[in-house]
């Protein structure tokens, strides 16, 4: 009769507890935000699988067993809490047979579980909760981060420079020079920045496009930049004004905070496009373990690509994601007394993207007798492919973003932002499209727009610091 008491009091308490842990694990922050639905089922999930873990013994309470081949039942938590002086007492051990079951109220773990199974069914529900959290907790953490200087708004200026710009009014002065240091792949994008070069050339300004190696780590590209600035500067006698796309962003940013000693004097300033300041949700889900790089093979992949194919480095994609980018911040940050504008945008995702293709390079058919040759346009579906990213960071994080970079990570921290709102995915600076509209401003436009406002912003703070010190 005690040990029915003791049983049953026991299984009231397991409930309970179990009660309890399933109202606090309720208290979890949503996965979904943006979709009840899926936050409702991971929700469900979450609270069934954590009951069904709890439901199992720890491998202290597994039930030995005897020569005879019976079942051991241990009841060591039992013995001396709940028995009163004046109970008879109660045997440590008590044996049954295994074909036997006359008290079907006590759990009993058999020989056919082991603490290895229980362990190998707590990992995966561990990995399932990492991977449909991803980079929940990520996303735009150097927002949150303490002792991080804050942006200012400057997307009005922006858009009133633009807007002389298109009316045929450029004050970009010919003093500087203007180095476009482009981002992963470009070595293998024709196309990559060369219209908004040609633009600056009509109109009398010195540009280069950085000859780097793209797909390099970002500490190896910030020394081929630093080392570029420097051949410019003692070329020209010109001060160097630095727009980077994606992660040349990056790279310049990092040329710019490793080796800022040496190129003070050598620098006007920086305009980040799109860039990856903070990391990238896209990098991070495939290089993490637990992520879509493991369940689809996509970490694999991309390292065929990068380090077979194109002959790169891997670790210029881990350096975009989120431990590497908080990593290389703590070490290296970017001067205050640099101008830096950062530029983010977001995708269209309606469903007359997927018609959009984009120009990457131009192949030119041979001439036949005296006809000059005939050059036709290398298109791929860019738009619709950064449109399906856009898509599921959308769904998945609830951000929004330009299909590979989310606006909360291109935002730099104590720079000037700009988020126009037109919607432009991520290849749309550097790559031009077959439906741009002729009456909107093209890539070469804007980046000439964030150039002048990095230079306004540079005049303005020469300013402060001129009055400031009288």
């Not at 008290?103 to 058999?110: A, G, L, R, W, Y």
């Not at 992520?291 to 065929?304: A, H, S, T």
């Not at 299909?403 to 031009?432: F, I």
Request: a negative charge.
């Amino acid at each position: 009769m005690d040990a029915t008491n003791t049983n049953e009091e026991e299984s009231s308490i397991r409930i309970t507890a179990n009660t309890n842990a399933m109202k606090n694990r309720q208290q979890t922050l949503p996965l979904f935000p943006s979709v009840p639905v899926l936050n409702g089922a991971a929700s469900y999930l979450t609270e069934t699988t954590s009951y069904l873990t709890s439901c199992f013994p720890t491998a202290s309470g597994i039930a030995p067993i005897n020569s005879d081949g019976q079942e051991v039942v241990g009841f060591k938590e039992l013995r001396e809490p709940l028995l009163s002086n004046s109970a008879p007492p109660v045997h440590d051990e008590i044996t049954r047979n295994s074909d036997c079951s006359q008290n079907s109220d006590i759990i009993v773990q058999s020989d056919q579980t082991s603490p290895s199974g229980i362990s190998l069914f707590q990992g995966l529900i561990e990995r399932v909760r990492r991977t449909v959290h991803g980079s929940s907790d990520d996303i735009g953490w150097l927002q949150r981060a303490p002792g991080m200087p804050p942006i200012e708004d400057g997307t009005e200026r922006f858009n009133n420079i633009l807007d002389n710009i298109m009316h045929g009014i450029h004050v970009l002065p010919n003093s500087m020079v203007y180095l476009l240091v482009p981002g992963l792949f470009s070595n293998h994008g024709p196309l990559y920045f060369t219209s908004t070069k040609a633009t600056f050339s009509k109109m009398g300004l010195t540009s280069h496009i950085a000859k780097i190696h793209s797909e390099a780590s970002v500490e190896k590209n910030a020394r081929e930049i630093k080392e570029y600035i420097e051949e410019v500067y003692w070329g020209s006698k010109k001060r160097v004004l630095l727009l980077g796309h994606s992660k040349g962003g990056v790279d310049a940013a990092a040329a710019l905070s490793m080796y800022w000693p040496e190129l003070r004097d050598k620098v006007a300033g920086l305009a980040l496009a799109q860039s990856p300041y903070g990391g990238s949700p896209i990098a991070s889900d495939i290089m993490r373990e637990g992520q879509i790089g493991d369940y689809f093979n996509v970490r694999k992949l991309m390292e065929i690509l990068i380090c077979k194919v194109i002959k790169g480095d891997l670790q210029s994609l881990e350096d975009l994601t989120y431990e590497k980018r908080k990593e290389f911040l703590r070490k290296h940050h970017l001067p205050k007394e640099l101008p830096v504008v950062s530029f983010h945008t977001e995708a269209n995702i309606s469903p007359a993207v997927l018609a959009t293709l984009s120009r990457v390079a131009h192949a030119e058919l041979p001439a036949f007798s005296n006809s000059a040759a005939t050059v036709l346009p290398v298109v791929v579906p860019l738009g619709a492919a950064l449109a399906a990213c856009a898509q599921l960071l959308q769904t998945r994080y609830g951000e929004k973003s330009d299909g590979l970079v989310t606006c909360r990570d291109a935002e730099v921290p104590g720079s000037v932002v700009v988020h126009p709102k037109r919607k432009l995915d991520h290849a749309w600076m550097v790559y031009s499209s077959t439906n741009d509209d002729p009456l909107e401003p093209d890539a070469s436009q804007v980046c000439e727009a964030l150039l002048t406002l990095v230079v306004e912003v540079g005049l303005r703070n020469k300013h402060y610091l001129s009055v400031k010190h009288e």
